[in-house]
């Protein structure tokens, strides 16, 4: 069905700054119950039989710790964010509930007190984690139980011989208007200018990121990157975004391309549902779209971006070849599970990999042909989603690179040419070079501790 979302909670703005919300989960409501329960309430407030109401919201549980006399109660759900949340106890099954929506339940707290936390991958490292406590155990630290959550003492995740190999990415982009899922309509839209129209569906998969590596990944047309959509001044887009119903979680979309207020085209949307998002691209440049379904920085981390070329009006000139490279890093998971968002949400990144086009190292080990001499345009996008790349090709100088706008031409007085283009996280260029002999020619992020993690790649030229 198509949605017409008209809101977007403020939780969901602020959810960029996860410890910003966290710091602030005293000022969330205070748990009801038949006997008041409020974080830290004194033993025997609450007493087997009472009503507790847990308020989830992105990215805490109000409240977050309490005490209550052993036994069993019933629970209230109360979810006031605006994507999914749940609640699951030690030793019971996730209690659920939509955006919006309250849920009752049955929980038991044993002598030994319990922890309680949202499942939902990357909620519960993002704060969403509580624990009730008894009379014996009101003193003590409420233990973490969260082995999966890096920590000094979390083990490396380890490579998997038999994990399934890699699928090489294709770095050739499509031609205008092109691409699977994608129609190029002439005069199609409502101003009469060409309309494209996209039909994108969310894919949560395993994947192979890196030799020995498997992460069940979240990704847009079951690719990462997603499929680069390409256009030209002018156009309009229009994204039918399709989120399946064995969906495990809320997905949305965010086209840098556009002019769209947040509030509609954004919105996240639940399995099961799905909406349109339609903009005109009125710049040129190399965009960068993603998911910004809190937390944001899970969900770009763990596959949900790509990209957008929006050409100059009159398209830009012909040359003898052309390749996309999308640059992100990898924070591993377990094997077979999603990108860990604690080791993502450090504020020293240390990823596990930097990649290009989504697997560690694929065009080292495969490496890419083009002719001595020839042009060849690279389009290159750093979705991070916290690192700065410096993209630099082993042996050439870039002749022309139009970085965020900014043009260096090839026939500039001077002949001023480039070694390097600086790229932040959602800054994209096009570059283009030749090589002016026979050879191989590497392209690093030439911050040097990240090619042996993979942010490395090969041309062979003659």
Not at 260 to 269: R, T
Not at 411 to 431: C, F, K, R, T, Y
Request: proline share 8%; hydrophobic share 40%.
């Amino acid at each position: 069905m198509n949605r017409n979302f008209t809101r977007i909670g403020v939780a969901a703005l602020l959810a960029f700054s996860v410890a910003a919300l966290a710091a602030c989960a005293d000022d969330g409501p205070d748990a009801g119950s038949a006997a008041g329960a409020g974080a830290g309430a004194p033993v025997g407030d609450i007493a087997p039989g009472d009503t507790v109401e847990f308020y989830a919201s992105e990215f805490m549980f109000a409240p977050a710790d309490f005490v209550a006399e052993p036994g069993t109660y019933s629970g209230v759900l109360i979810n006031d964010g605006d994507i999914e949340h749940d609640i699951t106890f030690e030793g019971g099954e996730p209690i659920v509930a939509a955006a919006g929506e309250s849920v009752e339940f049955e929980f038991t707290v044993p002598e030994e007190g319990v922890r309680y936390w949202c499942s939902i991958p990357g909620h519960e490292d993002a704060g969403m984690v509580g624990f009730v406590s008894t009379g014996s155990t009101a003193s003590a630290v409420p233990p973490t139980g969260d082995d999966h959550v890096a920590s000094a003492a979390t083990p490396a995740v380890q490579a998997n011989p038999d994990a399934a190999p890699y699928a090489l990415r294709d770095p050739r982009p499509p031609a205008r208007g092109e691409g699977e899922g994608v129609t190029l309509i002439p005069g199609g839209a409502p101003d009469g200018g060409d309309l494209i129209e996209m039909e994108l569906v969310i894919e949560e998969k395993l994947m192979t990121v890196a030799d020995g590596f498997e992460q069940l990944v979240w990704t847009f047309g079951g690719d990462v990157p997603g499929p680069v959509l390409r256009t030209r001044v002018g156009d309009t887009v229009r994204v039918h975004l399709v989120n399946p119903p064995e969906a495990s979680v809320s997905h949305s979309i965010d086209f840098h391309a556009s002019q769209v207020s947040m509030d509609d085209e954004m919105a996240s949307i639940a399995p099961g549902e799905d909406l349109i998002y339609e903009f005109t691209t009125d710049y040129a440049g190399v965009w960068m779209y993603h998911c910004g379904t809190a937390p944001v920085l899970h969900h770009i981390a763990n596959g949900m971006f790509g990209m957008v070329i929006v050409e100059p009006e009159a398209g830009l000139p012909p040359v003898d070849d052309e390749f996309f490279f999308v640059q992100h890093e990898w924070y591993l998971g377990p094997q077979g599970e999603p990108g860990s968002f604690a080791a993502a949400n450090q504020a020293a990144p240390a990823p596990d990999f930097q990649m290009f086009n989504g697997v560690a190292a694929q065009y080292a080990d495969n490496p890419i042909d083009i002719t001595t001499g020839e042009d060849v345009r690279m389009f290159v996008l750093n979705v991070g989603p916290s690192i700065d790349t410096s993209f630099h090709v082993v042996g050439t100088i870039f002749h022309e690179v139009i970085k965020e706008g900014v043009h260096l031409r090839a026939d500039n007085e001077g002949n001023w040419g480039a070694q390097a283009v600086d790229l932040s996280p959602a800054q994209g260029a096009v570059i283009e070079m030749n090589t002016a002999e026979d050879g191989t020619y590497a392209f690093v992020n030439h911050a040097f501790n990240f090619p042996g993690r993979g942010a490395i790649g090969l041309f062979t030229a003659g």
